[in-house]
């Protein structure tokens, strides 16, 4: 698998210039870890299997390069494999319409199955699907369909790579999907509801064929606080990480997941620097970011920062944040070292940004004076499983003794009225 992937890059030159089919394997836009491992693992697969000599298969993360550090757990898993982020080939480094202009594009989608309006002219180009969602559209009978309600798309994928020739699962790509599985389906938690039997046969299944893999708690553990690690990221990054943008007008106001206490994040050096640079960069009328961490007990807490140079709009944010009601969330102001920031320790940890956004909306269509509503958008690309399942959750249940994510996960479905072991 390591030198599969260190070869990618010169491969696909190769066959750019040779005018020779390149069949790329791409996740979906979110590029969590299971998207990004499943595709590493088929495209490794299939060039290990092809019967066409003359084709090279290019995994591709469909984000791009600057937002691979985002990523904090697939770059763990990676780099502890022996994958460098320097060997991955990211969304903007191959023209893929180019290479369906020029009749070179298959495409194979793992991790999703219907390629947004900005891909429509792709569609055309897709010759195979695993994906563990429910179909929301169908395609033509001469595209190949692995569609099950399993936890991690990469169970689909280890299941096809059992299927195949001996001898092809390396230990490199075993110890991939296995991580991802764990990762995926909670450590095959029951209390979380996430994994189906499938997921845990495959999880034994690579087990058995590589007895020297790590434990799945160590595993999970460790991959766990990569995906809460956010000390490697820039301010700027750490904004971007999980941010949704409210407009009305011509006012932007994002919203951003933090996860470290407020405290420190306010602390970070140059901070208020970064924060005015950040804002003024994507023209943004101020920021509002919600910090949640958790203590020993894994009791959740959440803090709040109101940012804007406008004094007027930061009044109206901070006075329509203190008297909401539907939730109220039982702000209790902190010392700020700027006039322009405005920090508060919240009461009420059950209220997750879902709960905030509808009092940031009301707040601009009062503080904008406009008629035309206030629109919420995703940045793209999106934000990890991770953020959104802790921004989903209202944590409105008694906590088990398990891990933060199982807690989120299963608390965030419960809420959405999804049953134990749905499809994430």
């Known amino acids: 698998m390591e030198r599969f992937v260190a070869g990618n890059r010169a491969a696909l030159q190769d066959h ?35 019967p066409a000599p003359a084709t090279t298969f290019i995994p591709v993360l469909n984000i791009p390069r600057a937002e691979l550090p985002l990523r904090t757990e697939a770059v763990f898993l990676l780099g502890e ?7 991955l080939i990211c969304r903007d480094e191959i023209d893929l319409g180019g290479l369906h202009t020029a009749g070179l ?21 897709v ?47 075993a110890a991939l999907l ?42 999970f553990e460790a991959l766990q606080a990569a995906k809460f690690d956010v000390s490697g990221l820039t301010t700027e990054q750490m904004l971007r990480k999980d941010l949704k943008v409210l407009s009305a007008d011509d006012l932007l106001l994002p919203i951003s997941g933090i996860y470290v206490d407020l405290e420190t994040f306010l602390r970070r050096p140059g901070f208020l620097q970064d924060l005015e640079a950040f804002c003024q960069a994507q023209g943004y009328a101020g920021l509002v970011a919600m910090t949640i961490s ?9 803090q709040l920062a109101v940012y804007s140079p406008r004094q007027t709009l930061r009044s109206a944010v901070c006075r329509a944040l203190e008297e909401a009601s539907e939730p109220a969330l039982n702000l209790r102001p902190l010392p700020s070292p700027w006039s322009c920031l405005a920090a508060y320790t919240q009461g009420n940890a059950w209220a997750s940004r879902k709960k905030v956004l509808p009092i940031l909306r009301a707040a601009l269509g009062g503080s904008s004076g406009g008629a035309g509503g206030v629109l919420e958008e995703e940045v793209v690309p999106p934000p990890t499983p991770m953020n959104s399942l802790v921004e989903e959750c209202p944590l409105a249940q008694p906590v088990p003794p398990l891990c933060p994510q199982d807690v989120l996960e299963r ?5 959405a009225g999804q049953p134990p072991g749905s499809p994430k």
């Open 81 to 87: 494999q022996g994958i460098p982020p320097t060997s």
């Open 105 to 125: 594009l298959s495409l194979t989608l793992v991790d999703h199955h219907v390629l947004p309006s900005t891909d429509a002219a792709l569609e055309e180009a």
């Open 127 to 173: 010759v195979e699907v695993l994906d563990h969602r429910p179909l929301d559209r169908d395609r033509a009978p001469r595209c190949p369909l692995t569609v099950a309600p399993v936890g991690s798309c990469a169970t689909l994928v280890t299941e096809r790579i059992a299927q195949g020739p001996p001898g092809v699962l390396d230990r490199v790509t």
């Open 411 to 415: 608390v965030s479905r419960i809420a």
């Open 178 to 219: 296995h991580g991802t599985i764990l990762l995926d389906c909670i450590n095959l938690s029951p209390a979380a509801g996430k994994a189906t039997p499938r997921d845990v046969a495959c999880v034994s299944l690579l087990e058995e064929r590589f007895p020297d893999l790590p434990a799945r708690d160590k595993v």
């Open 294 to 302: 958790f203590n020993q007990q894994l009791e959740p807490s959440r």
């Open 16 to 50: 750019i210039q040779r005018h020779q089919e390149v069949h790329v394997v791409m996740g979906n836009e979110a590029c969590d870890l299971d998207s990004t491992v499943s595709a590493l693992a088929l495209a490794y697969f299939l060039a290990k299997t092809s």
